[in-house]
T-cell receptor
C-alpha cells in the first residue's frame, strides 16, 4: 500500500515549456487535490476532483489544467511554464468531502522554472 | 470565512523540554481542525485532528492539542521534545463544501541538544 505517490520528484523547466505532474493513489479515494507550497506560506489549493472525469478550480487555478481520466490518477498540467510557478506541488486524496475527512498527501514535486 | 493564524513562525526548544505551538482560527461555524507535520523535503503527515468530539485530542508521537472555542485556539503541545520533532508544523482548518483545507503559514520547530 503506497498511499499517494507523485512523479517526478524534481524538475527544471525553461519559461514557456510544458509539463505534466502525475499523482496516483491506491486507497480507492474518490476525491483528489493539487496544492502548491511557496516559502513562508501554507499550501494553497490549485484544483480538485470529486470523481473520475470531474474537476473544479481551487484558490489559485490560473496557468494550470488538470484531468482525472482514471479514479486513481490526477494529472496537473502546465501548458506554458512561468517563473512564478516555481514551487513545490503536493497532491492529496481523501475518502470523503465532509469537513474533518483526512487528506493524505504525497511526497511532493519540486519544480524550478528558469 | 475561515482563516488560520499561527502565532509563531519559529520556535526553538531544548531536547526534553515542553513544546507549545500556537494556533488561532476564525470560523463562522463549528470547524474541523488539523495539525500536520512536514519534515525536511518530505510530504505532510497528519499529527491529529479535531472534529467536534473530545476537545483534547491526542495524536501521534506524543503530541496533543486542545480545542478552546472561547479563545478560538487549537494549540499543539508535547511534554518533552525529541530531536526528531524538528520540522515544520501546519495548523489547518477545513472550510466545508469540498473539504477545502485552509493552511496557516507554518511554524518551524528547532530542537537543540
Amino acid at each position: 500500500n503506497a498511499g499517494v505517490t507523485q512523479t517526478p520528484k524534481f524538475r527544471v523547466l525553461k519559461t514557456g515549456q510544458s509539463m505534466t505532474l502525475l499523482c496516483a493513489q491506491d486507497m480507492n479515494h474518490e476525491y483528489m487535490y493539487w496544492y502548491r507550497q511557496d516559502p513562508g506560506m501554507g499550501l494553497r489549493l490549485i484544483h480538485y476532483s470529486v470523481g473520475e472525469g470531474t474537476t473544479a478550480k481551487g484558490e489559485v487555478p490560473d496557468g494550470y489544467n488538470v484531468s482525472r481520466l482514471k479514479k486513481q490518477n490526477f494529472l496537473l498540467g502546465l501548458e506554458s511554464a512561468a517563473p512564478s510557478q516555481t514551487s513545490v506541488y503536493f497532491c492529496a486524496s481523501s475518502y470523503s468531502l465532509n469537513p474533518g475527512s483526512t487528506q493524505y498527501f504525497g511526497p511532493g514535486t519540486r519544480l524550478l522554472v528558469l | 470565512a475561515q482563516s488560520v493564524t499561527q502565532l509563531d513562525s519559529h520556535v526553538s526548544v531544548s531536547e526534553g523540554t515542553p513544546v507549545l505551538l500556537r494556533c488561532n482560527y476564525s470560523s463562522s461555524y463549528s470547524p474541523s481542525l488539523f495539525w500536520y507535520v512536514q519534515h525536511p523535503n518530505k510530504g505532510l503527515q497528519l499529527l491529529l485532528k479535531y472534529t467536534s468530539a473530545a476537545t483534547l485530542v491526542k495524536g501521534i508521537n506524543g503530541f496533543e492539542a486542545e480545542f478552546k472555542k472561547s479563545e478560538t485556539s487549537f494549540h499543539l503541545t508535547k511534554p518533552s521534545a525529541h530531536m526528531s520533532d524538528a520540522a515544520e508544523y501546519f495548523c489547518v482548518v477545513s472550510s466545508g463544501g469540498y473539504n477545502k483545507l485552509i493552511f496557516g503559514a507554518g511554524t518551524r520547530l528547532a530542537v537543540h541538544p
